[in-house]
């Protein structure tokens, strides 16, 4: 399948937004990155409180980390994308490092296009060590 490169470029563009968000822990930038109504899925924990976020939390406990000088940044390592039509699924192989710890994991999203902008609906994570 050959893929349009101004849609993957303003995929990859929602993927940056995403990375900036992390790094800043800014509510700017993850209205950017996700809709309200997303959701991030922790796929190495069955903790009720930490297994399913919204947007709005996943957003406050980067904030907070943030808020207390913990040092955090996501760094991709690889980005895969694949889209049909208004409908995308990105993975995104990463570094994440928060504070003096790092660990490596994968980032799948799924994304939909409304009024021109792709935006994240849920973020589905695994950390592998």
Same mark, same amino acid.
């Given at each position: 399948m050959t893929y349009d490169d101004s849609e993957v470029a303003a995929i990859h563009e929602t993927v940056d937004a995403y990375l900036k968000a992390i790094k800043t822990g800014k509510m700017e930038h993850f209205r950017r990155a996700f809709y309200p109504f997303a959701h991030i899925i922790n796929a190495n924990t069955e903790d009720p409180d930490k297994v399913k976020l919204t947007r709005d939390e996943f957003a406050g406990r980067v904030a907070k980390r943030h808020e207390e000088n913990t040092p955090t #940044? #996501?760094?991709?390592? +690889? @980005?895969?994308v694949s889209y049909m039509g208004d409908a995308a699924n990105v993975r995104v192989d990463f570094e994440l490092r @928060? +504070?003096?710890? !790092? @660990?490596? +994991? !994968?980032?799948?999203f799924n994304m939909v296009k409304h009024c021109g902008v792709w935006r994240i609906t849920q973020k589905i994570y695994a950390v592998t060590h």
């Amino acid at each position: 399948m050959t893929y349009d490169d101004s849609e993957v470029a303003a995929i990859h563009e929602t993927v940056d937004a995403y990375l900036k968000a992390i790094k800043t822990g800014k509510m700017e930038h993850f209205r950017r990155a996700f809709y309200p109504f997303a959701h991030i899925i922790n796929a190495n924990t069955e903790d009720p409180d930490k297994v399913k976020l919204t947007r709005d939390e996943f957003a406050g406990r980067v904030a907070k980390r943030h808020e207390e000088n913990t040092p955090t #940044e #996501e760094i991709a390592h +690889g @980005v895969s994308v694949s889209y049909m039509g208004d409908a995308a699924n990105v993975r995104v192989d990463f570094e994440l490092r @928060v +504070g003096e710890n !790092t @660990v490596w +994991g !994968t980032d799948y999203f799924n994304m939909v296009k409304h009024c021109g902008v792709w935006r994240i609906t849920q973020k589905i994570y695994a950390v592998t060590h």
